[in-house]
């Protein structure tokens, strides 16, 4: 029973580079969602997908790219990497729009140096 | 702007006490409303929810006050435990919308 399961853990990488961190999940939610998490500043939402097929921005989507491969696997790329995405990132999935009870991964690290 | 604020970053209470986490939102739009709890390490659970409809819910050790008028509601553990230490973020729902909005979370440390 995964949940929702993100890839990698951890990453360092230097200004500029580029990286795209994955995520699954098996629970046939139709929603998919990547937030970012820094200190002080709660959990913010950088691109969010209400159905296979669509993608929306959210609070924060500069600098970011998503794909909904289907309806299993929502990706989030960084195009070219600043220290100012220097954060932990998570993805989560929800089955309706109703309750919006969210299930979440366990995180990516990331350290953009 | 903070739709959603959590104006405590920490508090600090004895095991068998009550613990009361507050959190205020601007946006009257918000219908929906979620406490989420987060280990370190780990990615936020679910912990209860209330809708607009009610002003009080209740699951075990753990009931969620929500007053309109004030834009205003509450978590309250009874009785606080040690492993109730985590950060909880309190999370709203706008009106037929697809996303939640998260406070800043408050980090709640429960001595044995």
């Known amino acids: 029973n995964a949940g929702v399961t993100q890839t990698p853990k951890f990453q360092v990488l230097k200004t500029g580079q580029s990286m795209t961190l994955q995520c699954a999940q098996d629970m046939n939610h139709n929603s998919m969602y990547w937030y970012r998490q820094d200190p002080g500043m709660g959990l913010r939402l950088i691109y969010y997908?209400?159905?296979?097929?669509?993608?929306d921005k959210g609070e924060v989507p500069n600098g970011y790219n998503v794909s909904r491969l289907n309806k299993r696997e929502f990706s989030l790329r960084l195009e070219s990497a600043a220290p100012s995405q220097t954060s932990v990132y998570f993805c989560?999935?929800?089955?309706?729009?109703?309750?919006?009870?969210?299930?979440f991964g366990q995180g990516t690290r990331l350290t953009v140096v | 702007d903070q739709q959603v604020k959590q104006n405590s970053p920490s508090l600090s209470v004895q095991e068998g006490r009550i613990s009361i986490l507050n959190c205020d939102y601007t946006n009257s739009m918000f219908d929906y409303f979620l406490w989420y709890k987060k280990y370190p390490a780990e990615g936020p659970t679910f912990l209860i929810s209330i809708s607009s409809i009610k002003d009080k819910n209740e699951d075990g050790r753990f009931t969620v006050f929500l007053n309109k008028s004030a834009k205003h509601l509450s978590l309250h553990i009874v009785p606080s435990q040690p492993g109730d230490s985590a950060v909880y973020f309190c999370?709203?729902?706008?009106?037929?919308?697809?996303?939640?909005?998260f406070g800043e979370g408050t980090q709640l440390t429960v001595n044995p």
């Open positions: 999370a709203a729902k706008e009106t037929s919308g697809s996303r939640l909005t």
């Open positions: 997908s209400a159905s296979e097929g669509t993608t």
């Open positions: 989560a999935s929800s089955r309706d729009r109703a309750k919006m009870r969210a299930f």
